[in-house]
């Protein structure tokens, strides 16, 4: 399996590792932003639980976007993270989009 990424990633072992390595803390991370935020912005047991399902949906799906570009960065694999979030948005925008260059 390891094998398969490597070659369609077309990356080295080390790399693969980092990569792997950059997916963990990511997950790890927003998936903790995401239980304290609401802490943080005052919602308490009282506060409606869709706000807070919102809240949190709006920081897995986005926030972890942002974060990957954030913890790549450190891990030293920032170019391969950027192509791939500029695969995303292309995907979500199509190919109409200007102002994303490949």
Do not use: H
Not at 34 to 50: H, I, M, N, Q, Y
Not at 51 to 68: E, H, M, N, P, S
């Amino acid at each position: 399996m390891l094998e398969k990424l490597k070659s369609k990633w077309n990356v080295s072992g080390v790399q693969l590792f980092l990569i792997l390595c950059t997916f963990a803390v990511t997950g790890t991370t927003t998936a903790w932003i995401s239980g304290v935020l609401p802490a943080w912005l005052g919602f308490t047991d009282e506060t409606f639980w869709g706000w807070k399902l919102l809240l949190r949906l709006f920081v897995l799906i986005f926030g972890y976007q942002f974060i990957i570009l954030i913890v790549s960065f450190f891990f030293g694999q920032f170019p391969f993270f950027w192509n791939y979030e500029k695969k995303i948005l292309r995907r979500l925008f199509g190919r109409r989009s200007k102002s994303i260059k490949s």
